[in-house]
Antibody
Framework: EVQLVESGGRLVQPGGSLRLSCEAS????????IHWVRQTPAKGLEWLSF????????YYADSVRGRFIMSRDNAKRSASLQMNRLRVEDTAVYYC???????????WGQGTLVTVSS | EIVLTQSPGTLSLSPTERATLSCRPS???????LAWYQQKPGQAPRLLIR???IRAPGIPDRFIGSGSGTDFTLTISRLEPEDFAVYYC?????????FGQGTKVELK
């Protein structure tokens, strides 16, 4: 089955760190870019980061640049998002998403909930 | 940075009616890099339309995307019960991906 499965979301205190993982199956992982997108009731959908399949290009949204680090391991068919210096406003459902050549998001994981609270 | 404004915020309709959703970028969109997604409660978004008017695989032909520049429309020609959901538009430009705030299509 073609799918992305996120894990790692949990309750964390402000200022803390958390690492989210994304496991891919059913497609040639290295052929695709991967994004992280988050969603909150207040701000809706927010794109966070992008990494090409060949590792050559990495982009971040201004809101997370310098705090979040995205990586991938094509041999393990996985991607991750290291989130540091977490803030209350980082509370959201985080999605791992496959990117298509036309810059759309054509496959989404089920999401993992991150709650930042004391 | 281009801001995508969707309207209306909520659309109250009955099955078989036509739904017309609007997405207006704050600047003209080059290359028709405009996509539409559907999200049902408790689920992740699903790609419906890419490049303004091209349906993604498996998307029924009642979903019709149109428009260019600063005016894009998603039309659902005849609402089915499973179409009641939230719809988002999305754009890419200069290494940034942005979403509209969404339009909820609810049962009247």
């Amino acid at each position: 089955e073609v799918q992305l499965v996120e894990s790692g979301g949990r309750l964390v205190q402000p200022g803390g760190s958390l690492r989210l993982s994304c496991e891919a199956s059913g497609f040639t992982f290295s052929d695709y870019s991967i994004h992280w997108v988050r969603q909150t009731p207040a701000k809706g959908l927010e794109w966070l980061s992008f990494l090409l399949g060949n590792y050559e290009t990495l982009y971040y949204a201004d809101s997370v640049r310098g705090r979040f680090i995205m990586s991938r391991d094509n041999a393990k068919r996985s991607a991750s998002l290291q989130m540091n210096r977490l803030r209350v406003e980082d509370t959201a459902v985080y999605y791992c998403v496959r990117g298509w050549l036309d810059n759309t998001f054509d496959l989404w994981g089920q999401g993992t909930l991150v709650t930042v609270s004391s | 940075e281009i801001v995508l404004t969707q309207s209306p915020g909520t659309l109250s309709l009955s099955p078989t009616e036509r739904a017309t959703l609007s997405c207006r970028p704050s600047q003209s969109v080059a290359g028709n890099y405009l996509a539409w997604y559907q999200q049902k409660p408790g689920q992740a978004p699903r790609l419906l339309i890419r490049s303004a008017s091209i349906r993604a695989p498996g998307i029924p032909d009642r979903f019709i995307g149109s428009g260019s520049g600063t005016d894009f429309t998603l039309t659902i020609s005849r609402l089915e019960p499973e179409d009641f959901a939230v719809y988002y538009c999305q754009h890419y430009e200069q290494s940034k991906w942005t979403f509209g705030q969404g339009t909820k299509v609810e049962l009247k």
